[in-house]
């Protein structure tokens, strides 16, 4: 069982830029797609990005396309969200997610049951 640890969320302007790290515990790292979500107060959790195991491919939702930023660095066993032009709206806490389940998904998982391991996530708000 992989053990994620998010960190980098804190309070930012908005207009502004932020980087989440989610630093995963298990040599096998490598071989795990991975995944981000948020979850705002009183709503689902939602997919955010998600990055296939060797980093080749990545996948984004709409309301982030283009502003964030997914990518991993295997030797480091750590997937980072960049985030730019942060909104209000992006205020929440961000989960990363693990993949163990050795399939290569064709598209990248966007549901949360895709993904067996989470991190207790990292909070970010966005103020206006």
């Known amino acids: 069982q992989v053990q994620l640890v998010e960190s980098g969320g804190g309070l930012v302007q908005a207009g502004g830029s932020l980087r989440l790290s989610c630093a995963a515990s298990?040599?096998?790292?490598?071989?795990?797609?991975m995944g981000w979500f948020r979850q705002a107060p009183g709503q689902e959790r939602k997919f955010i990005a998600a990055?296939?195991?060797?980093?080749?491919?990545?996948d984004y939702a709409d309301s982030v396309n283009g502003r964030f930023t997914i990518s991993r660095d295997n030797y480091k066993n750590t997937v980072y969200l960049q985030m730019n032009s942060l909104k209000p709206e992006d205020t929440a806490v961000y989960y990363c997610?693990?993949?163990?389940?050795?399939?290569?998904?064709?598209?990248?998982?966007?549901?949360?049951?895709?993904?067996?391991?989470w991190g207790q996530g990292t909070p970010v708000t966005v103020s206006s």
């Open positions: 997610a693990a993949d163990t389940s050795g399939l290569i998904r064709v598209p990248l998982g966007r549901r949360p049951s895709e993904y067996d391991s």
């Open positions: 298990r040599g096998t790292f490598s071989n795990d797609g």
């Open positions: 990055i296939n195991r060797s980093g080749g491919r990545t």
